[in-house]
């Protein structure tokens, strides 16, 4: 069963190519400019800690901003690791597991010029969790601390030397730090100087407000211009601190296109030298125009997250089973999105050293379904209704609304009735973090946000543990399995790497036997870039190190 393919597809990029010259900017200028159509509706958040998921850490966080630890994105071929950031090293404390003592790497200026040293670090980390603290910002909260949710507190040991504390014994912390980027203190500090506001807090606010249209990190580039919804001009960091990665363009033009007809037009009529996601029926058309076309498997799964509150209909497992059971992965891959995705059996498939060996087969066997639908109480003549929230783009979402149409046709050939809600992505991002309870779900008892497998945290724990139900993080169903958390509790308090993997492969089999989600996809990042541009690392990675590409004028 294929969802039919729109025929006036190729129509329409043809006349928004027409008509796209007058709608993007053009960048008169000797400097070298990387014009990049993203597929967010709206520019990430540019004051230390992005929205929109990780779309928002790739373009606004990882351009300006470093972290203590970071990604290697330097190979198309090996996995993503966790690497030294603004920490050159770090270790836990033999005696007390809930103490690190991170060093910090030398000589690291922010874009202002003041030092990075360990009173940077404190602040940072005291602007997402300290509340008393005078840069607290609550809305940098839900998109940083539910990433890192166990680190308590930071002291300076010394100028270079810092002590992180966690509430408990965590060895997922250094993964967990890539998300918390470093942001200016003494900026800040001159912006909360000079703002009006009728007490400490809104001159907070203020100064936040303020650094966001003039901000200030470590990375490799720098704020040049910004537009809300329009553009956002970063120009590299010549002075940055790893000179491999200073960047070896000039600019680089980042410009919200939401709509994958719009980005792919923008890039035919040459207003973009690159997208991502561009509509996947024009992929030939693209490459016979002589775009270079990427994609790579990443650690990511495009999923329904079920709701597990009270009445809801996924609380049987026979219809978590059969919804699995319903879907065929290749047909969705082979038609509707042109072989750009990876048919999902879990969040790990096999060879992967978190795998474990599930019990449960996720695979395409409609007559399984239907018998394991029948046994629940339903049938041709009572289909059972389900609402699931979904976006119509967005980061990592892929195609999510003709996705989300394949489904329903798919589920329904198996007694299910399913309503679409669909909103805008960072509201439906946000929605993710208040929970299937929340009057923001509509009603809905699924939701479709994919998300990152990059580490055991963003890849289970968040989603597994009765714990990190929100507000806490996104358990956005209300998972309360006392297995899964016996099992995460025994993979976050072992230290030695071998005896972790097999913890998190023994959850992720429980998981996968569970059927804790819809299962459908795994992203390759597909992205089409002009000709001009070259040295592309596409990682195995939602990110990208943009510091490497080169483009000729």
């Not at 190979?75 to 270790?91: F, H, N, R, Y």
């Not at 289909?383 to 996705?403: D, E, R």
């Amino acid at each position: 069963m294929l969802i039919k393919k729109n025929k006036t597809r190729a129509a329409l990029i043809a006349l928004l190519a027409l008509g796209s010259a007058a709608a993007w900017p053009r960048v008169a200028s000797a400097d070298t400019v990387l014009r990049i159509g993203m597929t967010a509706a709206d520019i990430p958040r540019t004051l230390g800690q992005p929205d929109q998921g990780f779309e928002g850490n790739r373009f606004t966080g990882l351009t300006m901003y470093d972290a203590l630890t970071g990604w290697d994105l330097s190979s198309a071929d090996k996995a993503s690791v966790v690497i030294p950031g603004l920490a050159t090293e770090w270790k836990v404390d033999d005696a007390d597991k809930t103490k690190w003592i991170f060093k910090l790497r030398p000589g690291v200026t922010f874009h202002d010029g003041s030092p990075f040293n360990a009173d940077a670090v404190v602040w940072n980390v005291e602007k997402v969790l300290k509340q008393d603290a005078p840069q607290f910002d609550a809305s940098q909260v839900g998109v940083t601390a539910s990433r890192m949710p166990t680190l308590a507190s930071a002291k300076k040991i010394d100028d270079m030397t810092v002590e992180l504390t966690t509430k408990e014994p965590d060895s997922f912390l250094p993964i967990n730090l890539t998300n918390l980027f470093m942001a200016s203190p003494a900026k800040w500090q001159a912006f909360y100087d000079k703002a009006e506001g009728a007490d400490a807090k809104a001159k907070s606010q203020a100064a936040w407000t303020a650094f966001a249209k003039d901000a200030s990190g470590t990375g490799p580039w720098k704020m040049a211009s910004f537009t809300p919804r329009e553009r956002l001009e970063l120009v590299k960091n010549a002075a940055y601190w790893d000179k491999a990665r200073v960047p070896k363009v000039d600019k680089m033009l980042l410009l919200p296109m939401p709509e994958a007809n719009a980005r792919t037009a923008a890039l035919l009529s040459g207003q973009v030298d690159w997208v991502e996601a561009p509509a996947p029926d024009a992929l030939p058309e693209l490459k016979q125009r002589g775009f270079k076309l990427y994609a790579n498997e990443q650690p990511h799964v495009w999923p329904w997250q079920f709701s597990r509150v009270e009445g809801s209909p996924w609380n049987d497992i026979r219809v978590r089973k059969a919804a699995n059971l319903c879907v065929d992965r290749e047909g969705l891959k082979d038609g509707l999105l042109a072989g750009q995705m990876v048919p999902a059996t879990g969040t790990f498939e096999p060879g992967h050293p978190w795998r474990g060996k599930p019990t449960f087969e996720i695979k395409y066997d409609k007559a399984a379904a239907q018998k394991l639908m029948q046994e629940a109480g339903f049938g041709p003549n009572k289909k059972l209704t389900v609402k699931t929230q979904t976006s119509a783009s967005g980061s990592g979402q892929m195609q999510p609304l003709p996705m989300n149409e394949y489904l329903q046709q798919a589920l329904a050939e198996c007694y299910f009735d399913v309503q679409l809600d669909v909103i805008e992505w960072n509201t439906l991002f946000t929605n993710w973090r208040r929970g299937a309870k929340d009057p923001s779900a509509n009603g809905a008892n699924a939701t479709n946000v994919t998300y990152a497998a990059m580490d055991p945290f963003f890849a289970l724990v968040r989603f597994l543990q009765s714990g990190m139900a929100p507000p806490v993080s996104n358990n956005w169903g209300f998972i309360n399995n006392p297995k899964f958390d016996e099992l995460v509790k025994k993979a976050r308090q072992t230290f030695d790497p071998a005896a972790r993997d097999a913890a998190l492969a023994e959850l992720h089999a429980a998981s996968v036997d569970d059927a804790a989600f819809l299962y459908v996809a795994h992203d390759v990042g597909p992205r089409a870039i002009s000709p001009k541009v070259t040295g592309v690392v596409q990682p195995k990675s939602w990110f990208i190190d943009f510091s490497l590409v080169s483009i000729t004028p």
